[in-house]
């Protein structure tokens, strides 16, 4: 099948070589964009509601959140994503930074524990949306979906499944189907490295050992699809077959390049979360070793008095 007019009734045809001046252009998606401006306007709304009452909210989360929102942005709402249509290794681009950074800097910036705080009680016997959110985060359906045996293989699944089958060539038929793929990315990321990032409440909160393993179980698979693309003799997915040829692409040596940039980026998320983990973890042990030592301190009296009596009772009995 020719994809030399692919995608949005051809108008990527006379889409001009590549630079990333013009890809930074604002060319922006509609639903990427609405979807980013109301993420910041409902994370700025409730920081600001928190602050009103008095209760602190860490300057880190704030700026972890935005850079998530400006990540996603960036790759969804500039002219990146008209080449994203038209050149694997742009695409490639997008679904790097949208499945495996995105999320970590979203989840950094811990919105369900920013919701939970600002969120009004509903009071007695009455449902609101934070005790529609508790019952979320707590039900049945959230405990499968964040569980390591339902997100690993929907992380490996979602790179092999999709681009060495039919199902990729069908969604970039459309716009529609494009924006459903990367929202696709953008949820797998998440409850992928909900988990492992720790930072919001959730089902499972595996211990620091356990979370470093999940996120390893999942990376080689990241680089060996790389890999795979890399080594290829021929073009593997039909829709990047016809590059327009105002772009001045080799299908192949496009490909490669898209397999580089997935064989790349599985380091960053890794490095990126690792120093998160040892971060928490050593935040961890220093609240622990603060509580020990403020109970021992508490305790240190009646301790030396309870050895003290100990040693009288033993030495009366000596006697």
């Known amino acids: 099948m020719d994809h030399s007019g692919h995608g949005m009734d051809g108008m990527n045809m006379d889409l001009p070589p590549f630079t990333l001046g013009r890809a930074l252009e604002f060319g922006g998606d509609p639903f990427f964009l609405v979807g980013c401006l109301l993420g910041l306007a409902l994370y700025g709304w409730a920081v600001i ?11 880190g989360r704030v700026v972890a959140w935005a850079l998530g929102v400006v990540s996603v942005a960036l790759v969804m709402c500039t002219r990146l994503n008209d080449y994203g249509m038209a050149m694997f290794s742009v695409h490639m ?17 811990a919105p369900m524990t920013l919701a939970l705080r600002a969120l009004p009680a509903a009071g007695r016997g009455r449902t609101g949306p934070r005790e529609l959110l508790v019952a979320l985060l707590h039900s049945r359906y959230m405990r499968v979906i964040t569980h390591p045996a339902f997100t690993i293989p929907l992380f490996i ?5 999709l681009y060495f089958s039919p199902l990729f060539d069908l969604l970039m038929e459309s716009r529609a189907g494009h924006i459903g793929m990367m929202v696709h ?10 988990p492992i990032m720790g930072v919001d409440p959730g089902p499972h909160r595996p211990g620091y050992v356990m979370r ?13 699809f ?44 890794s490095v990126v979360v690792l120093i998160a983990l040892v971060y928490q973890w050593y935040k961890s042990e220093r609240r622990q070793s603060q509580r020990a030592d403020r109970a021992a301190e508490r305790n240190g009296d009646r301790d030396l008095a309870d050895y003290n009596a100990y040693l009288a009772s033993l030495n009366a009995r000596g006697r």
Do not use: K, N
């Open 49 to 59: 509601r928190l602050r009103r009452r008095g209760d602190a909210w860490p300057v």
């Open 93 to 109: 681009v997008q679904h790097m930074v949208v499945s495996m950074l995105s999320p970590i800097l979203l989840l950094l910036g």
């Open 157 to 161: 699944a979602s790179l092999y499944a």
């Open 185 to 194: 990315f953008l949820a797998v990321g998440l409850v992928f490295f909900w």
């Open 212 to 224: 470093m393993l999940e996120l390893f179980a999942g990376m080689p698979f990241h680089a060996f």
């Open 226 to 269: 790389g890999i795979a693309l890399m080594m290829a003799s021929e073009p593997m997915v039909d829709t990047f077959l016809h590059p327009p040829a105002s772009l001045g692409i080799e299908a192949l040596a496009d490909q490669q390049a898209a397999g580089g940039i997935a064989w790349a980026f599985s380091e960053i998320p």
